[in-house]
Each structure stands twice: as C-alpha cells, then as structure tokens.
C-alpha cells in the first residue's frame, strides 16, 4: 500500500506546482474523519481512494489513484462509484473533489465527468490557480 500512495505522492509532484500538491499522507489517510478504501483482485493492490469530511452531508474524495498496470480496466471507475455510492449511504448530498489541469490528468478529468462531476468554484481549503481544478456532484 506505502509504494502505492508513494507513486500517487510522485505523480502529483511530477504533474502538479508543489504549492497544489494537496495528497494525503499516510498519517492523514488513517486519520478517524477519513475512510480509505483498496481495490484489490487476486490479492493484488490496484487501487485506493478516500472519502474526507468537508461539511455536513459535503465529503471530498482525497488521494484517489489507480495502480498505472491496472488502467483502462474499469477499476478507477469501480473505486469512484464505491466512493460516492458509500457517500449516498452516509446521507451525503455532495460529493467533491480536486484533480490538475495539466495533460497527465486528463484521464482523471474524463473519468470524473463520465461520473457526473462537474467543475466548480474551489471548496474547502482549495483556491483558484492554473493548475488545479475543483469538480463537485450532487447525490
């Protein structure tokens, strides 16, 4: 899991201006507010995600990121519907998240709009900048 949310730490560094590298850590990810969720097939890690508090009945998907090896097969859309339908279950009625702007995350970007999320004002602690984009949904 550690080389997994390294590799996501990476990526964001690689794609991203240090002042909006906005990954949770390990310390953060186990923290009581946040619920963290592994996709696994045969005992293999391929992905991970989190939901995070941001008001009430308003949750942040954090730290969402597919093993590079397992892309393209439906398992970073499997991770998002298990996110936002455990959020529904929850009594969550917005469901937000932040990703770049940069070509490495246009799948990112494809994948949460096929979800139904739509870009939006920044959230939470987030502010405007090039790039980094908002993208919310109601549920």
Request: neutral net charge; proline residues 4%; hydrophobic residues 40%.
């Amino acid at each position: 899991m550690v080389r997994l949310l390294q590799a996501h730490l990476d990526f964001a560094r690689e794609w991203s201006e240090p002042e909006n590298v906005h990954v949770f850590d390990a310390a953060e990810l186990s923290s009581d507010a946040v619920q963290f969720f592994a996709a696994r097939a045969e005992g293999r890690l391929l992905a991970v995600g989190a939901l995070s508090p941001v008001e009430e009945s308003h949750v942040e998907i954090k730290s969402m990121h597919t093993l590079e090896a397992a892309r393209g097969q439906g398992v970073g859309w499997a991770m998002l519907e298990r996110l936002v339908s455990t959020a529904y279950e929850q009594g969550c009625h917005r469901v937000s998240l932040e990703t770049g702007t940069g070509k490495a995350f246009a799948p990112a970007r494809r994948l949460y709009a096929r979800g139904g999320f739509k870009a939006c004002p920044p959230f939470a602690e987030y502010r405007h900048c090039p790039d980094s984009i908002c993208m919310t949904r109601r549920i």
